[in-house]
């Protein structure tokens, strides 16, 4: 079981990944694509790739709606 923390963790990144630079953002939603690899959490970590990429080509829209799916559904992993 994934425990509250590392959940914590991850919600907190994401909650702080609308302030910053173009470059500290993307940084910190690597952070949370890597940890979900770790947690065996594949569709998530590809949906975290896809918020990133939507940054990159300057997609606020889908970026938005990326992070808030990723809380979303990493709020459910507690």
Do not use: Y
Not at 1 to 21: F, H, K, P, Q, Y
Not at 33 to 52: F, G, K, V
């Amino acid at each position: 079981m994934v425990t509250a923390t590392r959940i914590e963790l991850l919600l907190s990144t994401l909650n702080a990944a609308d302030v910053g630079t173009l470059e500290s953002i993307s940084a910190k939603l690597e952070q949370v694509r890597d940890e979900l690899e770790q947690l065996d959490q594949p569709e998530l970590a590809s949906r975290a790739a896809e918020t990133i990429r939507a940054l990159v080509r300057g997609d606020v829209v889908e970026f938005k709606r990326g992070r808030a799916f990723l809380q979303s559904k990493i709020g459910h992993l507690r």
